[in-house]
């Protein structure tokens, strides 16, 4: 059984930093796209930043700049650096993998349970 598991999250005020580590556990062999999203009140769910299996990243307008998103492919780990938050990024951020192989299965769209950040203003 895969689990993406986030963990990170928490109370902050404007200006500061936090972040955020997703570590995906299970017989894993390989992870493609790995990615952060998150989901405000109210809000559909947004793409916030994602990397690649050899790094390469995107990231939404509204963060570029300001976060970094990483990954240790040993440790199957995607990490979220974020820098200079505001009031506005506060959300529930969901780590997300498009596919996990296992070596007997795909698992594919795979997301973790979400870890709240707040920042106050």
């Known amino acids: 059984q895969v689990q993406l598991v986030e963990s990170g999250g928490g109370l902050v005020q404007a200006g500061g930093s936090l972040r955020l580590s997703c570590a995906a556990s299970?017989?894993?062999?390989?992870?493609?796209?790995m990615g952060w999203y998150r989901q405000a009140p109210g809000k559909q769910r947004e793409l916030v930043a994602t990397i690649s299996g050899i790094g390469s990243t995107n990231y939404a307008d509204s963060v570029k700049g300001r976060f970094t998103i990483s990954r240790d492919n040993a440790k199957n780990t995607v990490y979220l650096q974020m820098n200079s938050l505001k009031p506005e990024d506060t959300a529930v951020y969901y780590c997300?993998?498009?596919?996990?192989?296992?070596?007997?299965?795909?698992?594919?769209?795979?997301w973790g349970q979400g870890t709240q950040v707040t920042v106050s203003s």
């Open positions: 997300n993998a498009d596919r996990i192989f296992t070596g007997s299965r795909w698992y594919v769209d795979y």
């Open positions: 299970g017989s894993i062999l390989s992870i493609n796209v």
